[in-house]
């Protein structure tokens, strides 16, 4: 297992940026493949975004596509989320994900999860 710590949250207005972090520890990042989650009030959970283990494949909510941008740094043990123009409808806790597969956008596919960040956008 990997245990995963978010940090970035916070609140910012419609239109904004924020970029979201997930470090990971132990000496197997690079074998993992990484996705971000979120959950909104009264919601589901649902896929953000997915990385491959090698990093060359991406994979994207539609809700997300061409504002939000997953990246990692192997170097760093490190998965991102930019997000940029940000919506209302973004106002959710955000959490990452470390999968043994080589990518998936599947929450079951998910065995390690961060504890959350909390993104607030305001109108």
């Known amino acids: 297992q990997v245990q995963l710590v978010e940090s970035g949250g916070g609140l910012v207005q419609a239109g904004g940026s924020l970029r979201l972090s997930c470090a990971a520890s132990?000496?197997?990042?690079?074998?993992?493949?990484m996705g971000w989650f979120r959950q909104a009030p009264g919601k589901e959970r649902e896929f953000v975004a997915a990385i491959s283990r090698s990093d060359f494949i991406t994979r994207y909510a539609v809700s997300v596509k061409g504002r939000f941008t997953i990246s990692r740094d192997s170097a760093k043990n490190t998965v991102y989320l930019q997000m940029n123009s940000l919506k209302v409808e973004d106002t959710a806790v955000y959490y990452c994900?470390?999968?043994?597969?080589?990518?998936?956008?599947?929450?079951?596919?998910?065995?390690?999860w961060g504890q959350g960040t909390q993104v607030t956008v305001s109108s």
């Open positions: 132990g000496r197997t990042f690079s074998s993992y493949s």
């Open positions: 994900a470390a999968s043994r597969t080589f990518v998936s956008f599947s929450a079951v596919d998910f065995g390690s």
